[in-house]
């Protein structure tokens, strides 16, 4: 019996209903757990009558599995629709189910359930690339490969190395989804509405039955956080600004110009009208999702300025936050297959660091300190050399200590001398990278010491990962088995009698 006199109007079902609805289905299954959970509370508490919650709860597993069943927005939202089933099923006990609390308090905690899920999905295959990529480096510690800033040469350094600039803010990425489970797994089950109940809820309780690690603190804060919505949005699109990078410089490395890397046949799509062309599709669908993203916080932001009790951003996140989820796994997943099949070109690397002056910063530095010059003039000698000889398709193996001494003399009035052993122990380039043996460098030494450190941490991180994801799977798979737990209370209670 509705307080209203009228049915809803057509304009309301086709419009908000629909909407709510059409998401529904992703809080399906987390919508049964919210209310098996609850159903099981108010019968420990002997709130309602037992047989009453035994119908329930069986109805309500019922529910779960029934292939027939669809949130339809003519019955209202999916409170409504769940309600309008269960009523031919348990029409007895059906009216306990809002017993304590409000339409909203099911949904956000089965937004929670789902959020969960899919963090706890996606850190999964982020460490699955993250493990193929540092296995991957360890391929290429010696596989030496120019650097680029602004696309130009830069310095000489190893596959490995560049492989590891994005290994680490992929570790990072886990960290923030890591603090954001952390943030997402906190109950908001047993609030009443807002402000709590007279009921004896024990919330506690209600936390571990669901499997959460613990209670939001208070009811109305509870009921209405906007920030862990957007907290796990950015952490999804941080990563994905990370992919992004990733695909570009590999769309780049891809191009015959280059010829660095290429993509297995298995991960790219031909061209249906040009018959040469070989696209390397997941790259650009990769960058395409990363902009959806961006658009994904834009909306998460937006939807939260509301007053402090409103459900606005409700009704767009509860499905716009497990797809943004759902698709950044899968893109994690895609560029696992990428990198995982990525042929490299080891020869034509070195060719292109060869051919350029990647080691001219080593020369800069060697004139530094044999010559007694400042580091500023020693650029300026090197920059002096290295232009007519660029100008001239030429590279760093025809700088020889006779242009070094002209140039030396037009700047600085005097020749430098610089041997010819330490011209050729500067510009030679595997011992250019041996040399940067700083904390994080690109020595073979170093980047052993980086997939070693990262191996133990990906380690830590997996046993997190395999024990949570189990604690969950237990108390979810528990409420599953419900019923039979609420028999065997059933068969207690009569022995007790």
Not at 91 to 113: C, D
Not at 188 to 198: D, F, K, L, M, Q
Not at 415 to 436: C, E, G, K, M, V
Request: proline share 4%.
């Amino acid at each position: 019996m509705s307080r209203f006199d009228a049915e809803s109007a057509p304009a309301l079902i086709e419009s908000a209903y629909w909407f709510e609805t059409n998401d529904a289905p992703l809080l399906h299954h987390a919508l049964t757990l919210a209310d098996l959970a609850y159903i099981l509370h108010l019968d420990e508490q002997n709130l309602i009558p037992h047989l009453a919650a035994q119908e329930l709860l069986r109805a309500l597993l019922e529910l779960d599995q029934d292939p027939q069943f669809s949130y339809n927005p003519q019955y209202g939202d999916a409170f409504t629709n769940r309600e309008r089933w269960l009523d031919g099923r348990a029409p007895s006990a059906v009216g306990y189910l809002a017993a304590g609390r409000a339409r909203r308090e099911s949904t956000s905690v089965a937004f929670r359930l789902v959020l969960r899920r899919e963090l706890l999905r996606l850190a999964r295959a982020l460490l699955d690339l993250q493990q193929t990529l540092i296995e991957r480096a360890a391929c290429h510690v010696e596989t030496v490969m120019p650097d680029y800033t602004y696309l130009q040469q830069a310095q000489p350094t190893t596959f490995a190395h560049y492989i590891l600039s994005f290994v680490f803010p992929l570790q990072r990425d886990f960290v923030r989804l890591r603090e954001t489970f952390e943030r997402v797994n906190q109950s908001p089950a047993g609030i009443g509405s807002t402000n709590g109940t007279r009921l004896p809820i024990r919330r506690e309780r209600l936390a571990e039955l669901l499997g959460f690690d613990s209670v939001i603190l208070h009811t109305r804060d509870a009921m209405w956080q906007v920030d862990v919505p957007i907290q796990t949005i950015n952490a999804a699109a941080t990563l994905m600004i990370h992919l992004d990078r990733w695909a570009e410089d590999l769309q780049i490395f891809n191009s015959r110009e280059f010829d660095f890397v290429e993509l297995s046949d298995e991960v790219a799509r031909a061209s249906i009208i040009m018959p040469q062309k070989k696209n390397p599709y997941p790259l650009a669908f990769i960058r395409g999702a990363a902009n959806a993203l961006m658009g994904r916080v834009t909306e998460a932001y937006a939807g939260a300025r509301t007053p402090s009790a409103q459900v606005d951003n409700r009704i767009v996140l509860h499905g716009s936050v497990p797809r943004a989820l759902d698709l950044t796994t899968r893109c994690v997943e895609l560029m696992n297959a990428v990198c995982s099949t990525l042929t490299v070109h080891a020869d034509k690397m070195r060719q292109q660091v060869e051919a350029g002056f990647t080691q001219a910063m080593d020369l800069a530095e060697v004139l530094m300190q044999e010559c007694a010059l400042d580091y500023r003039t020693a650029h300026q000698i090197v920059a002096r050399v290295v232009r007519p000889l660029a100008n001239e398709n030429k590279s760093a193996r025809d700088i020889t200590p006779a242009l070094l001494d002209n140039a030396a003399k037009e700047i600085i009035g005097r020749p430098l001398h610089l041997s010819q052993t330490s011209l050729t122990t500067a510009l030679d380039l595997n011992q250019a990278i041996a040399a940067r043996n700083g904390i994080g460098g690109a020595s073979p030494s170093r980047v052993q010491e980086m997939l070693h450190d990262l191996r133990a941490d990906l380690e830590l991180q997996r046993t997190w990962l395999n024990e949570t994801t189990a604690r969950i799977q237990t108390a979810e798979g528990a409420l599953l088995a419900i019923e039979n737990l609420s028999r065997a209370k059933s068969r207690d209670r009569k022995s007790e009698i």
